[in-house]
Structure formats: structure tokens, C-alpha cells
């Protein structure tokens, strides 16, 4: 479906009253990535009439990074794509919604080889050149003959400008596709980002629960892809949570595929230009799956300030956004602060002095110095919390280290999404 679709969709269902996610929705132009076509079909995986099979096929000599869930529990296609990675070059992405092959044993990682030996003969390719991705209900085979009687249509699908259709074929409770696209000028070259993501529900960093992929036209090492892959990641996939639970089937893939002609590395003028780019492909790759987490109606941005390290502020963010208190509290606009406090105060942090803390709702000052502003009301707090997007800033105090975190509320349609999710 064409941008316009969803975006019609959005101005219908607030016209409407009906609430879908937080933000437009609108999605900026997404620009082919020059040796990276993709194919889509209707397989039935398990729903009838909805798209659920991509392929991705990226041209010879593209080099591949990627990073992987680290839930113990990870599903017989993380397992296969890890190996895969690291035998051969790899040539296509085959990924399927509706069902996560996660938690499957033997028959799992058995259909998930079937499912790369499949498209391999069709392709003639090797088996170990394609990286398999699933998504869906965990605990449930994947129905094999669905899946590879879909790989035909998809293969004769194929195209460069498919990336939004992608995007729509890898959702599962996702409400809108998520997408994003720049282009940058190297040296009077021009170099494209696309990329895309899927994720709603069972969202927690350490991979993040989601799905990702990223490609560009530059010629990249793998192992300069790979290292730029680790940090952007760590600014983005990383740094969302939306109930605390991650997830068995986390992938995120980066390919460079080297068909601008444009090399780069750590020691090229221009790579600062190039990761800025790609950073904030990621970040709004990222945030887009906050902003339609299960049942959200707002957006909550948590700033940690003041820290002695990296790791503490991450503590005392995570236990703000991962607090079902503060969650509940910023879906009803209630600016129960006590809430607040009492996350940051059981986040772990040693030796924190209480009385030097400042928090912020917004531009409302709501603690200082670890009690009740002076000049914060009620009405004020309200008035904060009110609007779909909120920013939480903690000041610490203890030293000059920040982080920040994205996250979303907790709304009666997120209890009614995952307690519906199988029927």
C-alpha cells in the first residue's frame, strides 16, 4: 500500500475518535537502496489475505552485520541466521510473520533450515547464503507448506521499491508500517539509508524485541559495518522498552551493499557524516515501534541526568519506564510523582542522595531537592501530563553521565491486546 494509505488511515481514525498510535504516522519518502530488491506475498501463514512473506535479495559483494536477541530462549531462525552469518556471504533476508518458530525444539530448527534449502534451489544459491527471520505466536510450527509455497510469489515480486510493502508484510499487532530513508551527499556521490522495523508488544532492550532491516549502497567492511552496527544499535534498538519483556526472535540486519560506488571506513573524512545518518535511520526506526506499542496513547521520553556512570542512569531510567505504576499513572494524566520517586529510589543506584534530586515533568518542576517543588500545583502537573508526547528529566546531581530512554503508558487496550493475542 501506498504512504498516503496509511496516512489516510490515521486522519479517518482520529476523525473517528479511534486511537491507533501515538504521533501522524507519516512517513517520509522511502528511496531505493541500489542492490537491494524485495519480494512479498500471501502465503496463509496464519492469517488469510495479509501479507506475511518477504524476501529481501541483496546483490553479490554486499557485506551483512547484525545483532541478535539475548534471550536464552532465542527461536531456531536466530540460531540458523547466527550460523549462517558466519559460514557464507550472504544473499537473501527471508523473513515470515505469524508465527515465531520460537520454542519449537528439534522440528523448529529443522523447518527453519527447510525454509533456507528451499528458497536456496530456487535461487541456486547456498542454503548457508540466506538468513531466516520469523515473527508471530511463540510456541507453534511453522506450517512449511504455506511457507515455501509462498517463496515464488515473493521471488516474482521482487523490486526496489518495495520497502514500504516489506514494512507492512513483517507486522504482527503492529497498528501502521515504520519506516525510514535519507539520503546524504559524500563527496558529491550520493549515498541512501532505508530501512524498516516492526515491533509493538514484548519490547525490552538487550536487542530490543523487534525486528530490523537497514541497507545501504556504500562499500563498507564487514567488520567497520559491524562495529557501526553495535553502536547505533546501542542508541536505538537499545534504548526502548515497552513492557519489559524481550523477546526469543530480536534480529536486526545492516547491509552495505557497495553500488554507489562510495567506500567508507572509520579513517574517511566523510564517516562521521555517514553514521550520523545512519544513527538517526535507527533512532527513528526505534521510536517508531515505541510510538505504537500495544495500546499507547502517548510517547514518554525519560532523561537521566547527573549520573556517575552510563550504567546507573540506565538503571534508574529503565525502572521509570518499566514501572507499571508510572505507566498507568501517565496513561490516565495523573502526575502521581510519588510514583516516580519511588522507581529511582528502588533502581539500584549506591550511595544516591535523595535530597539532591530534581525531577521534571515537561517544563514543570515537580520534585526538588528530593521533596515537593515549592512552586509546583496540581493544575500544573496535569497540564504536563496531558499531551501525547512527555518528557521525564531526572537530575541526579552526582556527576556529568546521561541517558535517555523511550518508552510508552500502559492503556486498558494493551491488557485487551495480549490477553486476545492467540483468539
Known amino acids: 500500500m ?7 488511515i490515521q486522519t479517518v481514525s482520529r476523525a473517528f475518535g479511534i486511537k491507533m498510535a501515538v504521533g501522524s504516522g507519516i512517513l517520509s519518502e522511502l528511496f531505493p537502496v541500489s542492490g537491494v530488491r ?12 495479509r501479507k506475511d512473506v518477504v524476501i529481501f535479495e541483496l546483490a553479490a559483494g554486499s557485506t551483512v552485520a547484525a545483532t541478535f536477541t539475548t534471550n536464552a530462549f532465542c527461536a531456531a531462525p536466530v540460531h540458523v541466521a547466527k550460523k549462517h552469518l558466519a559460514t557464507e556471504a550472504c544473499r537473501y533476508w527471508l523473513v515470515n510473520t505469524g508465527c515465531a518458530n520460537a520454542g519449537t525444539g528439534e522440528q523448529g530448527m529443522q523447518d527453519a533450515l527447510q525454509s533456507c534449502d528451499a528458497l536456496a534451489k530456487i535461487t541456486a544459491v547456498k542454503p548457508e547464503s540466506i538468513l531466516p527471520f520469523s515473527t508471530g505466536v511463540i510456541g507453534e510450527l511453522l506450517p512449511m507448506e504455506r511457507l515455501v509455497g509462498g517463496l515464488p510469489k515473493a521471488l516474482a515480486d521482487l523490486d526496489a521499491n518495495h520497502w514500504l510493502r516489506a514494512a507492512e508484510g513483517i507486522m504482527t499487532t503492529d497498528t501502521r508500517p515504520k519506516a525510514a530513508s535519507k539520503k546524504i551527499s559524500i563527496d558529491g556521490n550520493i549515498i541512501t539509508v532505508t530501512g524498516i522495523s516492526k515491533g509493538a508488544g514484548m519490547i525490552k532492550p538487550n536487542m530490543a524485541t523487534m525486528l530490523g532491516f537497514v541497507a545501504t549502497d556504500a562499500k563498507v567492511s564487514q567488520e567497520d559495518l559491524h562495529a557501526l552496527l ?7 534498538f537499545n534504548r526502548i522498552t515497552i513492557d519489559g519483556d524481550t523477546s526469543t526472535n530480536d534480529a536486526c540486519m ?3 551493499t557497495g553500488k554507489s560506488g562510495v567506500v567508507l571506513s572509520p579513517a574517511s573524512p566523510q564517516w562521521n557524516v555517514f553514521a550520523q545518518a ?7 526506526l526505534a521510536q517508531a515501534i515505541v510510538r505504537d506499542g500495544e495500546g499507547a496513547t502517548k510517547f ?3 532523561e537521566i541526568n547527573g549520573g556517575n556512570s552510563s550504567a546507573e542512569c540506565l538503571r534508574a531510567a529503565y525502572a521509570i519506564a518499566e514501572s507499571p505504576l508510572v505507566k498507568t499513572a501517565l496513561f490516565a494524566s495523573d502526575p502521581n510523582w510519588g510514583r516516580i520517586l519511588a522507581a529511582i529510589g528502588r533502581s539500584g543506584i549506591e550511595n544516591l542522595d535523595t535530597s539532591r534530586i530534581n525531577i521534571f515533568l515537561n517544563d514543570v518542576q515537580i520534585v526538588q531537592n528530593g521533596g515537593r517543588a515549592t512552586s509546583y500545583t496540581e493544575e500544573q502537573g496535569q497540564r504536563a501530563m496531558a499531551p501525547e508526547e512527555i518528557i521525564v528529566r531526572v537530575e541526579l546531581q552526582r556527576g556529568v553521565i546521561g541517558e535517555t530512554v523511550w518508552t510508552c503508558d500502559f492503556s486498558h487496550d494493551y491488557v485487551t491486546i495480549n490477553a486476545e493475542y492467540r483468539t
Open 278 to 284: 545512519v544513527e538517526n535511520i535507527f533512532a527513528e
Open 230 to 236: 553495535k553502536s547505533v544499535v546501542n542508541k536505538s
Open 38 to 49: 524485495i519480494g512479498i506475498a500471501e502465503a496463509g501463514i496464519r492469517k488469510a489475505n
Open 254 to 256: 545492516f547491509a552495505a
Open 2 to 8: 501506498p504512504v498516503w494509505f496509511w496516512q489516510k
Open 300 to 302: 514518554i521520553t525519560v
